[in-house]
């Protein structure tokens, strides 16, 4: 017969396990990955924009490029490398559909 001490402890004493590592909800702190260099990635952050205010600069002036190029009269791509195209564009089309319209722009110094 084997002996059994008490108190019996069946469940580990701390059950904490990180939902979503690398967030925080004190005023969302989000840490996505390891940079090379943090320090100048947070003055980008701070001083010109978000990720996505970035991203959606490349993909507006994409859009001027792609006009000024006129890739869809060009006959050296196909048909899918146009619809990827047509793909992105209308991506950026929705994006700024979906920007408030009577929010004003920002100026230099408040961005």
Do not use: C
């Amino acid at each position: 017969m084997e002996t059994v001490y008490l108190p019996l402890q069946l469940a580990p004493k701390s059950l904490y396990q990180p939902i979503l590592p690398n967030w925080s909800f004190n005023m969302f702190n989000v840490n996505a990955g390891v940079s090379t260099n943090s320090a100048v990635e947070q003055k980008v952050l701070q001083n010109v924009g978000s990720y996505g205010k970035q991203i959606g600069h490349l993909a507006e002036a994409l859009e001027v490029v792609i006009g000024q190029l006129k890739l869809f009269d060009d006959k050296t791509l196909t048909q899918d490398q146009k619809d990827a195209i047509r793909i992105f564009l209308g991506d950026v089309s929705t994006v700024r559909q979906l920007k408030p319209a009577n929010v004003a722009p920002l100026t230099a110094a408040e961005q």
